[in-house]
């Protein structure tokens, strides 16, 4: 039996929109596949939106390079470290300070030894004598904690006290410096 012209043409329509309904279902699914567009911000805010339109290539390769980027960040802070390390190490962090009487006949204690040295022990150590007929002053280097000339009393417990840390800050007798 052949069918009638109107049930052929209708079922033509609905062929053709079929059709367009696939096409447009295709082309919304082949969207939703591609790389989504650059996103700006956080590795995490540019992971997440390639996660979420279903691009794990593209989310590895982001955490991928944000890894490489903190080894490199964290090599060049270990650098720093270690040079920081080294800087300070060369400071004065160490003080002994003893004043005493040089001369029977001067009292005040206006006579001073002061050792200053670094982390490593090494520093100088500079002693004042005022007595009633003159001043003199001296230098000595420090190196590794010792000296190469012999020390006055008071200066070898400045010394002590410097190489100890107990003099930082402190005079001998208590005394604030």
């Known amino acids: ?17 079929a059709l367009a309904a696939l096409v447009v279902a295709l082309v919304a699914l ?8 650059a996103v700006e911000g956080s590795v995490a805010e540019r992971m997440m939106a390639a996660l979420q339109a279903g691009d794990g290539d593209t989310a590895a ?10 080894e490199e ?32 006949d001067i ?19 500079i002693t004042s004598l005022y007595t009633r007929e003159r001043s003199r002053t001296f230098v000595r280097q420090i190196t590794g904690g010792k000296t190469r000339h012999e020390l006055l009393p008071e ?5 002590r006290q410097a190489l100890s840390g107990a003099g930082e800050g402190e005079v001998a007798g208590g005394q604030s410096a």
Request: proline share 5%; net charge negative.
């Open 107 to 125: 009292g005040g204690k206006v006579s001073c030894a002061l050792a200053a040295l670094d982390a490593r022990s090494n520093g100088f150590l």
């Open 73 to 104: 960040r964290m090599q060049g802070a270990e650098g720093m470290l270690a040079a920081l390390r080294e800087w300070s190490s060369l400071p004065v962090q160490r003080i002994g300070m003893v004043h005493f009487d040089a001369a029977d």
């Open 1 to 17: 039996m052949p069918l009638h012209p109107l049930v052929m043409v209708g079922a033509g329509v609905i062929g053709l929109v």
């Open 155 to 159: 200066e070898a417990e400045a010394l």
């Open 61 to 70: 390769t982001e955490l991928a390079d944000y890894m490489q980027a903190l």
């Open 30 to 37: 082949g969207r939703s596949r591609q790389r989504p567009p």
